[in-house]
């Protein structure tokens, strides 16, 4: 008689945004009745959104110079090369392969690298699609104009996911497949693979914590408009990114001129806040008030939150007021998920918290840069991607004219809400994930 699987699973994650979807994922798990020993690989950074998760990071783990982004410079993936990355590879497969000797199964959380691991590891694995989307090359209505070489092969394939990784997603140890929206679902349901079309885990944990004090008046009739600024967390890019952000403001505030503003900015704990603040007070800004809170005396859940704003020890919150005009600005890095409720329009300089944003059925202006993140080639994907919800200004000092014909459509912003939330689906998708798949491991 065959012995059953030992209940133990890696999750393996290639990227930040990645290791905070994969961490949702197991905490739901971690709840769940007699729930497997957990174990985590991240490939790319050091895995921070596993600390203080009680999840054991196993292997090497180590920060690349491209922070994970060789696929858009070839530049960054020679700088990566020179940091190390053959050799932490081949460590990485190594721990893979003996740690699935020992019996368990693996969590591929990403693109086609994890799922590759996943596939080395000879244990049976499951598979959640963060990466790619049909989308990318249709909607609804039918396919979407396409330009390079990839995309056409993607398009004469039938689906974004290629003829290799639907192989791997087919492979009899792969047991569920997780899409991030059902349009790639339904696209993969023609191959005999394991799809489970279950939501997107990145519109988890997104729930207000309170603690976050809103300026100026709450009365609708009176109430600022309010905008949340998303510059990203990669340093120096972020930096780069907030001057752009401050230069759509300008325009805003220009387009604007009778309407008082509520800024709202989304700061990642990994960045220097105080160096956002110096660009606020050399546009004419004052800081009002300051106030340090470290991380132990947090809520739990506020640290929960499956973004890695919540995951630092150390949250700062800070109001600025600009002098003489009613415009508020508040910076903080420990009430994402306050900041996304609370505004009506994002400024975005960024990947996942733009798609979260949108996801709650609010309009995104983004303002493509120099990378190595977000410039205008990911800009242009990120507009298929979420569809009609994001609107490119470039240069930013088109988002006024952009915003002011947004308020004065309302048809629009209705079907930018119904658009977002098709696009990136309902939260409760971490818990449905775990749920079917100790199922298809057999675990339950």
């Excluded at 020993?37 to 009680?54: F, H, I, N, T």
């Excluded at 792969?174 to 191959?191: N, Q």
Aim: net charge neutral.
């Amino acid at each position: 008689m065959k012995a059953s699987t030992p209940k133990r699973l890696l999750c393996l994650s290639n990227g930040h945004g990645e290791d905070a979807i994969a961490v949702s994922i197991l905490k739901a798990l971690q709840k769940l009745p007699n729930a497997p020993d957990l174990y985590a690989l991240p490939l790319v950074g050091e895995g921070k959104a596993y600390q203080g998760s009680s999840i054991s990071i196993i292997g090497s783990t180590r920060a690349m110079p491209s922070g994970g982004f060789v696929y858009m410079d070839g530049r960054q993936l020679m700088r990566d090369v020179k940091g190390g990355l053959v050799q932490l590879t081949l460590a990485q497969l190594h721990t893979v392969r003996q740690w699935a000797k020992q019996g368990g199964a693996i969590l591929a959380v990403g693109d086609i690298v994890p799922l590759l691991f996943a596939w080395w590891s000879g244990a049976p694995y499951g598979f959640v699609g963060t990466a790619k989307s049909d989308y990318y090359l249709r909607d609804e209505q039918g396919w979407l104009l396409r330009s390079s070489w990839a995309e056409q092969l993607e398009r004469w394939s039938g689906s974004v996911y290629l003829p290799w990784e639907r192989w791997l997603m087919q492979h009899p140890r792969c047991k569920a497949v997780f899409p991030r929206d059902t349009i790639t679902a339904k696209g993969l349901s023609r191959w005999k693979i394991p799809v489970a079309d279950l939501g997107n885990p990145m519109m988890d944990g997104l729930e207000p914590t309170q603690l976050l004090t809103l300026k100026g008046s709450q009365e609708k009739e009176h109430r600022p408009l309010t905008l949340v600024l998303l510059p990203g967390s990669r340093s120096p890019e972020v930096y780069r990114n907030w001057e752009r952000i401050l230069k759509a403001i300008r325009s805003i505030q220009h387009q604007q001129p009778h309407r008082s503003l509520r800024l709202l900015g989304a700061i990642a704990p990994s960045v220097e806040i105080n160096l956002f603040c110096e660009a606020l007070q050399r546009e004419g800004w004052r800081v009002e008030t300051q106030s340090f809170q470290s991380g132990d005396d947090v809520a739990e859940d506020s640290r929960e939150l499956a973004t890695d704003v919540y995951l630092t020890q150390s949250i700062t919150t800070q109001s600025i007021t600009k002098p003489q005009v009613t415009h508020t600005c508040t910076l903080t890095s420990s009430a994402f998920g306050d900041c996304l409720h609370a505004a009506d329009v994002a400024i975005a300089t960024t990947g996942t918290a733009t798609e979260q944003f949108v996801g709650l059925g609010k309009p995104a202006i983004i303002l493509p840069g120099n990378g190595p993140q977000f410039t205008s080639a990911f800009a242009e994907a990120q507009t298929r991607l979420l569809g009609i919800s994001v609107v490119v200004a470039d240069p930013p000092e088109e988002a006024g004219q952009i915003l002011t014909q947004l308020l004065n459509n309302s048809d629009q912003l209705n079907h930018m809400y119904h658009n977002g939330l098709r696009r990136m689906g309902s939260p409760g998708a971490g818990d449905r994930i775990a749920r079917h798949l100790v199922r298809a491991l057999g675990w339950a």
